[in-house]
């Protein structure tokens, strides 16, 4: 009750208390409900009722993130997830066939065929759920990282073992590598087409890093060998930087 509405009552009833119209009990009454804000029928007038709504917070809005961002929905969160993923699978690819071309390792050129085959299926499979979503793709690796990739991964001069510890010092350690892809499984709940798609995916980047840890140790570039030899300021995994979020760039 305002205190405007509150004179107004006090002087109706002191008016009517006046003229003997009421008695004293029911002036006490009603006095007491005009000094405690509640009306004859109980109920706790309007703008106390407001101001209380006012103090109730609402709960914040969902959201789902992807790395540094941040989306209103699940499609929205996994529509740019795909479609990056996409993007890095189709580049690792052609990446891996470059590697394949001038590899001198027969066990290693073996290896990366079958690697390349599981990026290009990713790949299509990505772009067709994209398609299914209602979304074109659109990501692309920098132009910069994809050249200096080219040039490197098909250069008969760098050894295929460094090409190798190169790969995987641009990798979080173990789990981490594939962080991203179990970051955005823990947020669906209701797309189940995509978290299966997804999941299978996870098992074949698993394998492929598997496979890159087990040539590394063969050729003697394992990650121990690699942090001895690469001073720490230098090291792939300090500078990783936007060219590379574990697998989703595809390499
Ligand atoms: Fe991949």
């Known amino acids: 009750m305002s205190e405007t509405n509150?004179?107004?009552?006090?002087?109706?009833?002191?008016k009517a208390y006046r003229?003997?119209?009421?008695s004293d009990a029911l002036f006490e009454e009603q006095l007491r409900e005009i000094?405690?804000?509640?009306?004859?029928?109980?109920?706790?007038?309007?703008?106390?009722?407001?101001a209380t709504e006012v103090r109730s917070p609402e709960p914040p809005p969902r959201v789902w993130t992807c790395g540094s961002r941040q989306f209103d929905s699940e499609r929205g969160m996994l529509v740019h997830f795909i479609d990056e993923f996409r993007a890095g699978e189709a580049f690792g690819a052609e990446a891996f066939a470059l590697w394949a071309e001038v590899s001198t390792d027969p066990r290693l050129r073996g290896g990366l065929h079958a690697?390349?085959?599981r990026e290009d299926a990713h790949a299509r499979l990505l772009a067709a759920r994209l398609s299914d979503l209602g979304a074109a793709p659109r990501a692309e690796l920098p132009a910069q990282f994809r050249e200096t990739a080219r040039t490197k991964l098909r250069s008969r001069e760098?050894?295929?073992a460094d090409k190798v510890r190169a790969f995987l010092e641009r990798l979080p350690e173990g789990e981490a590598a594939v962080q991203p892809i179990l970051d955005v499984l823990a947020q669906i709940e209701r797309d189940h087409e995509t978290c299966a798609l997804l999941e299978?995916?996870?098992?074949?980047?698993?394998?492929?890093?598997?496979?890159?840890?087990?040539?590394?140790?063969?050729?003697?570039?394992?990650?121990a060998a690699a942090a001895e030899a690469v001073p720490a300021a230098t090291n792939g995994r300090a500078q990783a930087g936007d060219d590379a979020a574990g697998l989703r760039t595809g390499l």
């Open 115 to 117: 690697v390349r085959e």
């Open 35 to 50: 000094d405690s804000g509640v009306d004859a029928t109980g109920e706790t007038p309007a703008v106390a009722t407001a």
């Open 158 to 160: 760098i050894r295929d």
């Open 6 to 14: 509150r004179q107004f009552e006090l002087r109706q009833l002191l």
């Open 19 to 22: 003229k003997g119209l009421i």
């Open 200 to 223: 299978e995916i996870l098992v074949d980047e698993i394998a492929t890093l598997k496979w890159f840890e087990e040539t590394a140790t063969r050729l003697g570039v394992g990650r």
